[in-house]
């Protein structure tokens, strides 16, 4: 049988004939509606030449490669110690999950390809152990073939602050892999594995993605094979994992996609997916968070007023993050001590979140459940519950719990279940602020993801951000049991514009955490203006981390005009589309987000650094429709953008009316702005009269 599942533009055949694991045949652009004897004609005709010194049969490149058929290529999946290569089973198809299952010696695999409404590929396999003894699986992932004009890759590297930067590399012969060793995705994550047309950009070119929806060590590889074809690999990173007899392992989900129209072409297909089963249904509420204001400086009488300015400027969740609980005076010690410090919260954390409720605004706390301080009573009464030993190397002066020993996640529920039942807590901010440096990192992982559903099946309305020293934890997996993503520890505006521009391929902006800090950004010292700051905070889930009592009465002015164009807009910036465009000049980043149904959007022009030209390119505005007349106008957002130049364009002045098609196809010429600055563009659909 031929499988032809076809859904939003994408089309993957599966061949599922005969004794050989069943092939994946085409992936990519819809093929149109096939009847089966033009699908018998694409599998007889996709059988390749036998070429000289090579095995004596066309080569099949099968959902589960194996050596002993003639790949040598990396393998999707590895048994130790198990030679041959696995024979087809059945094929079955329900709805659109097509599911092969094959058998090599005891392992009974089933690979399981989705193609989702938005035409998201879910692919992944589940390997059961039908024998007496154990098997050793050292690789368990998806390998998909992509085409040979797919020869340009991008995938992401990074640093503590500086997480997602992209990558370029057009490999020859042989593997491009990016591996993930740190129990967590981690600051270089490769994150998102794109392969395409040389050339490929945000809004054009034909480009196939992998992500692997893991918390865990990942890899993802490109491959050109001596033979030719290419392909893409995705899955856990894995040490060994010795499958018991009866038992099984599942691997995670490898979401892949395609596109025909450039990187945000797979933004079009993973937000409105992501959006299909978001826990998100609530209005992004703006977030003041504790950190860069206080640090570690907790009290009441410090807090108050920092209530009072944050609700005054429009604030609707204030986030009481680290310093909070029993000795923690600084980042030494106490993690693991979840109880309220009583020296500085002497009536515990009740009069704060009075205040703060008093004020309209929801609390939020800040924990790291997973980590522990040698110097704490949990490490002290239980130095037993490490992942690693006490003598290995600490990382932010702390170790690891060993999650998976059920004492030690039955402690940290009862904790944190006890806070929460106490205290009327709405949030969560869920840190992660070290690399676990052990091999096998699987079964934390899944401990975490258990803890995390017992807490929010005990505690719905809890909602909860994953944060990782900024953004070392963000995935497709831990997505679907959060609420909101920290993309970075870095509030400076010129390292957030990339960030987010890189993040927000795959994530949605409503769960893109993004605070407008202090002028000086803590993290790299650069001093940016207000303007910038706050349009670039203004695109994801908005927030303020700084100490609004030590800011001026008008940059509060300023704050409390932004917080209300927030709230203005996003239902718009949390549900459309996201559009970003390519300008030639890298000194200019543009991006925006249009409504589902075009009649309005919101544009981010921003300038990172001196422009190429006195006169940048006018602003092309992408996503529009042609014929519906929009009126564009520079948006308040509270603190003007810098520009230097004797005249700016006169349409700044009054804004203009134009149809889709000119503002998409002409543009708009930009006022000089001064390196550092954002301009924020609203783009409304004018009706006609009567
Ligand atoms: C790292 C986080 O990324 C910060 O936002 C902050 O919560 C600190 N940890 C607190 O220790």
Redesign the pocket.
């Known amino acids: 049988m031929i499988h032809h599942l076809r859904a939003a533009g994408v089309s993957v055949v599966v061949d599922s004939r005969g004794t050989g694991v069943p092939a994946l045949l085409h992936w990519g652009r819809d093929l149109g509606d096939l009847d089966p004897a033009d699908l018998e004609a694409l599998a007889a005709s996709a059988v390749p030449a036998v070429p000289p010194s090579s095995i004596d049969q066309a080569l099949r490149l099968s959902l589960v490669p194996a050596l002993a058929d003639g790949w040598t290529g990396r393998p999707a999946i590895a048994l130790d110690g198990v030679d041959g290569a696995p024979r087809h089973v059945a094929t079955t198809r329900e709805g659109d999950v097509v599911t092969a299952v094959s058998r090599w010696a005891d392992a009974v695999i089933a690979t399981r390809i989705e193609l989702t409404p938005q035409g998201v590929v879910l692919a992944g396999h589940t390997i059961r152990n039908e024998g007496e003894e154990p098997i050793a699986v050292t690789a368990a992932a998806v390998v998909l073939p992509i085409p040979d004009r797919a020869r340009e890759v991008l995938d992401f590297s990074g640093r503590w602050s500086r997480e997602r930067q992209p990558q370029r590399v057009q490999p020859g012969d042989g593997v491009w892999l990016r591996e993930i060793r740190h129990g967590r995705g981690g600051h270089d994550d490769a994150f998102l594995m794109a392969a395409g047309a040389p050339g490929f950009g945000f809004g054009t070119g034909e480009v196939w993605a992998t992500h692997v929806a893991w918390s865990g060590d990942t890899g993802q590889w490109y491959e050109r094979t001596d033979l030719g074809p290419a392909v893409l690999g995705a899955g856990e990173r894995l040490g060994v994992v010795r499958i018991a007899p009866g038992d099984e392992h599942a691997t995670p989900t490898v979401v892949a996609t395609w596109s025909d129209s450039g990187l945000d072409g797979l933004s079009d297909r993973l937000h409105p997916w992501i959006r299909s089963w978001s826990t998100i249904h609530s209005p992004r509420p703006l977030t003041l968070?504790t950190?860069e204001a206080v640090y570690f400086d907790h009290s009441l009488e410090r807090l108050e007023p920092l209530v009072a300015r944050a609700a005054e400027v429009g604030v609707e969740r204030f986030v009481l993050?680290?310093g909070w609980f029993r000795g923690r005076t600084d980042?030494r010690r106490a993690l693991g001590d979840w109880v309220v410090d009583a020296e500085r919260w002497p009536d515990g954390l009740t009069p704060l979140i009075e205040r703060v409720n008093a004020a309209g605004m929801r609390f939020g706390l800040?924990v790291e459940p997973e980590m522990v301080s040698l110097d704490s009573d949990l490490a002290r009464q239980h130095p037993d519950w490490l992942l690693t030993s006490p003598a290995a190397p600490t990382w932010r002066f702390q170790h690891v719990l060993d999650l998976a020993r059920r004492e030690v996640s039955d402690h940290l529920f009862a904790r944190l279940d006890a806070l929460l039942a106490e205290y009327p807590i709405a949030y969560l901010?869920w840190?992660h602020?070290r690399d676990l440096l052990v091999d096998d990192s699987r079964r934390q992982v899944i401990a975490l993801y258990r803890l995390i559903d017992r807490l929010r099946a005990a505690h719905p309305g809890v909602e909860i951000e994953s944060?990782a020293?900024?953004g070392g934890r963000i995935d497709l997996e831990i997505l679907r049991r959060v609420d909101r993503v920290?993309a970075s520890?870095t509030n400076d505006p010129l390292e957030r514009q990339r960030i987010q521009r890189w993040t927000g391929i795959v994530i949605p902006p409503e769960y893109l955490g993004s605070h407008v800090g202090d002028a000086r950004a803590h993290t790299t010292g650069r001093v940016a203006n207000l303007g910038f700051r706050l349009a670039t905070a203004l695109f994801g889930h908005a927030g303020i981390e700084s100490d609004l009592t030590a800011v001026s009465p008008d940059d509060r002015a300023a704050l409390a005009t932004w917080s209300a164009v927030y709230r203005e807009r996003r239902g718009l910036l949390h549900s459309g589309r996201v559009v970003r465009m390519d300008a030639a000049d890298p000194a200019v980043l543009i991006h925006g987000v249009v409504a589902p149904d075009r009649r309005s959007a919101l544009f981010s022009y921003a300038v990172l650094e001196a422009t190429d030209a006195a006169l940048p390119a006018p602003l092309r505005l992408a996503g529009l429709e042609p014929a519906v007349r929009y009126r564009v106008s520079v948006v308040d957002v509270g603190a003007p953008a810098l520009s230097v130049q004797d005249t700016p364009p006169p349409w700044l002045k009054a804004g203009v009316t134009l149809p889709g098609a000119v503002l998409q196809q002409v543009g708009l010429p930009m006022p000089l702005l001064a390196p550092g600055n954002a301009l924020v563009i609203a783009v409304d659909e004018v009706r006609a009269a009567g």
Do not use: E, H, M, R
């Open positions: 968070n950190w993050d680290d980042d800040w901010k840190d602020n944060c020293s900024g920290w520890d």
